[in-house]
């Protein structure tokens, strides 16, 4: 079992910038694929972006891509998301996650994933 404890987020003007940390306790980090994900008031939680566990691959979704940074020190179980550029249509609830399986599988559906964090709030004004 996996505890995630994420923090960073915060109230930010347009174009501003954040960056989120998610500490992680319990089994071993470093094996496995972590990634943000995101929820807005009434809707789904989407991917935003997930890193191998070595930290040589990531992936993005469309909306974050050139804004948004994932990355991860393993030596300090923690994975980040530096978010640049910010938009009011950022706004949202953000999380961190480990993936079910080791690997390097950069997943980005929530059912692959388990030991979510309790979230941290993002807020973009305009």
């Known amino acids: 079992q996996v505890q995630l404890v994420e923090s960073g987020g915060g109230l930010v003007q347009a174009g501003g910038s954040l960056r989120l940390s998610c500490a992680a306790s319990?089994?071993?980090?470093?094996?496995?694929?972590m990634s943000w994900f995101r929820q807005a008031p009434g809707k789904e939680r989407e991917f935003v972006a997930a890193i191998t566990w070595n930290g040589g691959n990531t992936y993005y979704a469309d909306s974050v891509k050139g804004r948004f940074t994932i990355s991860r020190d393993n030596a300090k179980s923690t994975v980040y998301l530096q978010m640049n550029s910010l938009k009011p249509e950022d706004t949202a609830i953000y999380y961190c996650a480990v993936a079910k399986y080791a690997g390097s599988i950069l997943y980005t559906r929530t059912s692959n994933y388990e030991n979510w964090g309790q979230g941290t709030q993002v807020t973009v004004s305009s």
């Open positions: 319990g089994r071993t980090f470093s094996s496995y694929t």
